[in-house]
C-alpha cells in the first residue's frame, strides 16, 4: 500500500518535490496560464475571493459577481 501511495502523489525513488516536472517533445514550450475560480455560490449568494482570501459579495447571480470581479481588476491593475 505504501508503494502505491507513492506513485498516487507522484513520489517514487529518487524523485523529490522539488524537482520540476518533465516535459514531452510534443509538449507546448509554454503552457497555459490556470486561474484557481473566483467566482462561487454561498447559500445562493453568489462572491468572488480576491487574491488575499477575501469573498466580495453578495451578488444577486453569478453574471452580476462576474462583471464586478472584472471591474475590480481593472481597479488593481490601474493602481499598479
Known amino acids: ?4 501511495t507513492f506513485f498516487y502523489c507522484g513520489l517514487y ?3 523529490t518535490m ?6 514531452r517533445k510534443d509538449d ?5 496560464h490556470f486561474r484557481t475560480h473566483r467566482i462561487h455560490a454561498i447559500n445562493s449568494d453568489w462572491y468572488f475571493l480576491t487574491r488575499e482570501g477575501q469573498n466580495i459579495g453578495p451578488f444577486p447571480n453569478k453574471k452580476a459577481a462576474e462583471d464586478s470581479l472584472a471591474e475590480f481588476l481593472k481597479a488593481v491593475k490601474k493602481d499598479e
Open 1 to 4: 500500500m505504501i508503494f502505491s
Open 13 to 15: 525513488p529518487g524523485k
Open 18 to 23: 522539488n524537482d520540476p516536472p518533465k516535459q
Open 28 to 32: 507546448p514550450k509554454e503552457a497555459p
